[in-house]
Nanobody
């Protein structure tokens, strides 16, 4: 099983980035997908999740700025991040789970840095 995250980088405050996570080795459409982030010296936190049926949930800190989506034909989950803030700086990870009770699989992470 592989989850390959990409799209991170350095962006100025107010800018945008789109993260992608390509999944292989599992039946993508049967998995709940999520984006998490971890800043230095902080715990990993859920940013956004999307179910197999397309229902979405977001952390309060990103509501209205971030959008999660999935393309089952491409085995890919996306995170569109707009109006980025310095506090969004973190390593972003994607995760795939069959159910919310299972640990699932993690990608390797992609660094997002928001700074002027």
């Amino acid at each position: 099983v592989q989850l390959q995250a990409s799209g991170g980088g350095l962006v100025q405050p107010g800018g945008s980035l789109r993260l992608s996570c390509v999944v292989s080795g599992i039946i993508f459409r049967n998995n709940i997908m999520g984006w998490y982030r971890q800043a230095p010296d902080e715990q990993r936190e859920l940013v956004a999740g999307i179910t197999t049926g397309g229902s979405k949930n977001y952390a309060d800190s990103v509501k209205g700025r971030f959008t999660i989506s999935r393309d089952n034909a491409k085995n890919t989950v996306y995170l569109q991040m707009n109006s980025l803030k310095p506090e969004d700086t973190a390593v972003y990870f994607c995760r795939a789970r069959r159910t919310s009770h299972m640990p699932g699989y993690w990608g390797q992470g992609t660094q997002v840095t928001v700074s002027s």
